[in-house]
């Protein structure tokens, strides 16, 4: 076996939930569950650089300050024509839209994937 093959590591992809993608593009990231502005400023402070956050119904003025740190962004309510998904378009960013989610602050600071699909579909995945 050469050291290449010994460091290789297994990564486990568990499917979360299933939403509308905005991007056909990839994310991958620390998952923050962000609900109110406090903690959006709090994120800022500590560096919202390749985070994912998942929002409520969190729309772009909430979002403003860390928006362009982003590697992606999961929203529990709106579709692929709302303000969100066509601002996150725009800063290249996959946003998965009407996502629906049990328990989302289990997610909270945990890796995830967001993945997109065929046509519309993409997929948050946990990575263990």
Not at 20 to 43: C, D, F, H, N, P
Not at 62 to 75: D, E, R, W, Y
């Amino acid at each position: 076996m050469c050291p290449a093959e010994s460091l290789r590591k297994v990564v486990i992809l568990k499917e979360v939930a299933r939403g509308l993608i905005s991007l056909k593009l990839t994310a991958e990231g620390e998952l923050r569950y962000v609900t109110t502005m406090k903690e959006v400023i709090q994120l800022l402070k500590e560096g919202a650089d390749g985070k994912i956050v998942l929002v409520n119904d969190g729309g772009t003025t909430f979002l403003a300050p860390i928006l362009s740190k982003l590697a992606g962004v999961v929203c529990l309510t709106g579709a692929l024509g709302s303000h969100l998904a066509i601002v996150t378009r725009e800063f290249e960013i996959p946003a998965l839209m009407g996502t629906k989610i049990e328990s989302p602050e289990e997610l909270d600071r945990k890796h995830v994937m967001i993945k997109p699909e065929e046509g519309t579909t993409g997929v948050l995945f946990t990575t263990e």
